[in-house]
């Protein structure tokens, strides 16, 4: 555990950070609804008496079996805060009892409250050393691109509307890579183009995905995939243009808004017949 959490003395030395950390957890109404609730009171006061040890707590004659409850309450729903995918935060917080702290010893060394303490990870300073095997960043930047392609696959289906409400949520505010989807959309849509007409075999298929390198600000993402666009023209009634390829692409993904986001996507031209295929988006 030293490894992988601050020591006593390295959590109160950025007890500042660690603070700030906690109260942007607790104004998150995705994670605490009433930050009054005994759960999340326990859960401050355990970091209060972290970086300020003589700190006191309502908590302090506390039942046991109380604290038990409310440590399973705040781990669990941190937990379930922490692999929902696209977050990406600075300090990880771990409650604990002290008889699990391996490395640390028993007692005074580790401050908590009826022997349940909170231990923080960061996460920011170690970004850029992490091998790229740690399965928290590779599940969170993966589930990013496959949202992503899906994303893009149901703007083109919901033609001849447009709407960019999910393109926004996964790519980069006027990168590239948004910037050529929403270009293909107006373009289709002012053409009269569609995969919605009834019995239009249009799909996509993500066949493979790998993370092949990530620092604390940016990911590089390659992919297989299979995409089988079908477009049909209202004027004439035919279909008119048909996107049909499996091509490996390179994602490159950036840090925005605290969530990772597709900057630009990599793909070879398009081999499907096409008229002016310069002038034709790939997809």
């Given at each position: 555990?030293?490894?992988e959490?601050?020591?006593?003395?390295?959590?109160?030395?950025?007890?500042?950070?660690?603070?700030?950390a906690?109260?942007?957890?607790?104004?998150?109404?995705?994670?605490v609804?009433?930050?009054?609730?005994?759960?999340?009171?326990?859960?401050?006061d355990?970091?209060?008496r972290?970086v300020?040890p003589?700190?006191?707590s309502?908590f302090d004659?506390a039942?046991?079996r109380q604290l038990?409850?409310?440590?399973?309450?705040?781990?669990?729903?941190?937990?379930?805060?922490?692999?929902?995918?696209?977050?990406?935060?600075?300090?990880?917080?771990?409650?604990?009892?002290?008889?699990?702290?391996?490395?640390?010893?028993?007692?005074?060394e580790?401050p908590?409250?009826?022997g349940?303490?909170?231990l923080?990870?960061?996460?920011?300073?170690?970004?850029?050393?992490?091998?790229a095997e740690?399965?928290?960043?590779?599940?969170?930047?993966?589930?990013?691109?496959s949202?992503a392609?899906?994303?893009?696959?149901?703007?083109y289906?919901?033609?001849?509307?447009?709407?960019?409400?999910a393109?926004?949520?996964?790519?980069c505010?006027n990168?590239?890579?948004?910037?050529?989807?929403?270009?293909?959309?107006?373009?289709?849509?002012a053409?009269?183009w569609?995969?919605?007409?009834h019995?239009?075999?249009?799909?996509?298929?993500?066949l493979?995905?790998?993370?092949?390198?990530?620092?604390?600000?940016?990911?590089?993402v390659?992919?297989?995939?299979?995409?089988?666009?079908r477009?049909?023209?209202?004027?004439?009634?035919?279909?008119?243009?048909?996107?049909r390829e499996t091509?490996r692409?390179?994602?490159i993904?950036?840090?925005?808004?605290?969530?990772?986001?597709i900057?630009?996507?990599l793909?070879?031209?398009?081999?499907s017949?096409a008229?002016?295929?310069?002038?034709t988006?790939h997809?």
């Open positions: 555990m030293e490894g959490f601050l020591t006593r003395t390295a959590a109160q030395e950025r007890s500042g950070e660690i603070l700030a906690r109260e942007g957890l607790l104004c998150n109404k995705a994670l609804v009433k930050r009054s609730a005994q759960q999340w009171r326990f859960f401050s355990c970091i209060d972290l300020s003589g700190s006191a309502e004659q039942d046991s038990v409850s409310l440590k399973f309450e705040v781990e669990s729903k941190l937990r379930r805060y922490y692999e929902r995918p696209g977050k990406m935060v600075d300090y990880v917080f771990v409650m604990a009892h002290k008889r699990n702290l391996q490395g640390y010893p028993a007692g005074e580790y908590g409250i009826g349940y303490c909170v923080v990870r960061p996460l920011a300073s170690e970004a850029s050393n992490q091998p740690h399965p928290d960043v590779v599940s969170e930047i993966l589930n990013v691109v949202r392609a899906d994303a893009e696959f149901d703007a289906a919901a033609l001849p509307n447009i709407s960019l409400e393109i926004d949520r996964y790519f505010n990168g590239p890579a948004r910037d050529e989807i929403q270009n293909l959309l107006y373009r289709h849509s053409k009269g569609v995969i919605s007409n019995m239009n075999p249009s799909t996509k298929r993500l493979s995905i790998s993370l092949k390198s990530w620092s604390q600000s940016e990911a590089i390659k992919t297989t995939e299979y995409w089988y666009l477009w049909y023209g209202s004027i004439p009634n035919i279909y008119t243009y048909i996107y091509n692409q390179t994602y993904l950036k840090r925005e808004d605290g969530s990772w986001k900057f630009q996507n793909r070879p031209s398009s081999r017949g008229p002016n295929r310069r002038k988006p997809r």
